[in-house]
């Protein structure tokens, strides 16, 4: 049986109905519509435990790795081959929407039981990964369920990060009850055959061209860094603005280069935030003398990226020698973009095509569990519209509508993929 011969009835209500659920279990009081749900809290346990029910229910077999993440596997007629997989995170950033990730997870969970009604038997094994950690909340590095499973980061590294509290990411992950060996996360090449992620666009692109399917064939991947800059400070009625090495003055004008480093960038697809700042000692009669401020650069074309990055960090020492301050600059992370598997994209495309919803290809700006899936599988990226481009804010919302086509095209995305 191909996608194109599978009987395809999603039952949107049903979908809507677990995701508002999914909504509640969240540490923003009710009747917030924002969701807070960070990785290994009682709330996020308490979500683990609601959709590890669905999945049961579904009759599907369920196991958790060492740090969390869940599979919850459709056993086909050849286990022995790998599975196709799809998947995404359900963890919530701070007063967020309830769409991010989520709409992959329950979503790959609506996919698969429409399959299941519709008779289908798939010949591969299907299997649905709900990521941990997808968000850097609480250890400051996001997605990192995927980047152990796909080998990017080392269980060594993993279990000593450290969250506000200063627990390990090792000791809470155990206090949440997920024990073992980090070093067991990690799955080898070729585990899966395919893996495809369900999510919402976070991006005003489909919505603004009346577009219901982005098909994403590349994914952009950041690079982090944290600078810190020390000046001299003093009072601020009795040093002359000549004597002056204000740390802030000269981080302002970093920050301003690295804004104009970007727009000036070839590389449509680059973008720069500094997303963080901090002053000390932080008085409004006090120079400041040390200013803290972090960096966050992505594109698609991991060559371009990093050489505008060699050129803000050569522009901010200029700028700290003519102020006479200093500047150090540490990378935190600087991952290689994605780009998506040609067959995976054609399957998608075809899929589409069989559900009569227009569709483009796209470019993801925003990383997700796909970027390190990629290291391991071949994978691609369906996007679905969301309401003004919004996401990571309280008022992220997608239809129904919406996400009942991405569902119908993911479940026969899955059905061919799972057929051979």
């Not at 290994?40 to 999945?55: I, M, N, P, V």
């Not at 709900?130 to 080998?151: D, K, L, N, Q, Y």
């Not at 600059?329 to 067959?343: F, K, L, S």
Request: proline share 5%.
């Amino acid at each position: 049986m191909t996608d194109s011969a599978v009987s395809i009835d999603v039952d949107a209500t049903r979908l809507i109905n677990e995701l508002n659920h999914l909504a509640t279990l969240s540490d923003c009081p009710e009747p917030s519509p924002a969701v807070t749900r960070v990785v290994f809290t009682e709330t996020d346990l308490r979500a683990r435990a609601y959709l590890r029910s669905l999945y049961e229910d579904a009759g599907l077999q369920v196991r958790a790795d060492p740090i969390g993440n869940t599979f919850a596997r459709w056993v086909g007629s050849d286990d022995t081959l790998p599975a196709v997989a799809t998947g995404s995170h359900t963890d919530a950033i701070p007063h967020a929407g309830m769409y991010d990730g989520t709409v992959g997870v329950l979503g790959g969970l609506e996919a698969i039981r429409t399959l299941q009604r519709s008779g289908f038997s798939p010949r591969r094994s299907i299997e649905l990964v709900m990521f941990t950690s997808e968000e850097p909340t609480r250890f400051g590095i996001g997605c990192t369920g995927s980047r152990v499973m796909a080998g990017a980061m080392s269980g060594d590294r993993l279990a000593q990060l450290v969250d506000a509290s200063g627990d390990s990411y090792d000791v809470v992950r155990s206090r949440g009850g997920f024990v073992g060996s980090i070093n067991d996360v990690a799955l080898a090449p070729g585990h899966y055959a395919a893996f495809v992620e369900l999510h919402i666009e976070q991006g005003p692109e489909l919505e603004s061209a009346g577009i219901d399917i982005g098909i994403v064939t590349a994914i952009a991947a950041p690079a982090t860094y944290a600078f810190e800059v020390n000046g001299q400070g003093g009072h601020a009625g009795a040093v002359l603005m000549p004597q002056r090495k204000d740390a802030l003055c000269a981080a302002a004008e970093m920050i301003s280069a690295i804004e104009s480093a970007a727009h000036h960038c070839d590389s449509r697809d680059l973008v720069a935030t500094v997303g963080e700042l901090s002053v000390h000692p932080g008085a409004v009669n006090s120079i400041p003398s040390r200013v803290r401020f972090t960096l966050d650069i992505r594109d698609i074309d991991a060559a371009n990226r990093d050489m505008v990055i060699n050129g803000i960090i050569k522009t901010a020492e200029a700028i700290a020698g003519r102020r006479g301050v200093s500047i150090q600059a540490e990378c935190r992370n600087c991952d290689p973009p994605a780009t998506g598997d040609d067959a995976i994209i054609t399957c998608i495309r075809r899929s589409c095509q069989a559900s009569g919803v227009s569709h483009r290809n796209m470019t993801s700006r925003a990383y997700h569990d796909s970027l390190f899936m990629a290291r391991i599988s071949p994978v691609a990226m369906i996007f679905i519209p969301c309401r003004g481009g919004v996401s990571h804010r309280p008022d992220e919302y997608s239809s129904p509508d919406q996400i009942a086509k991405g569902v119908e095209v993911l479940a026969r995305s899955l059905a061919d993929m799972s057929a051979s």
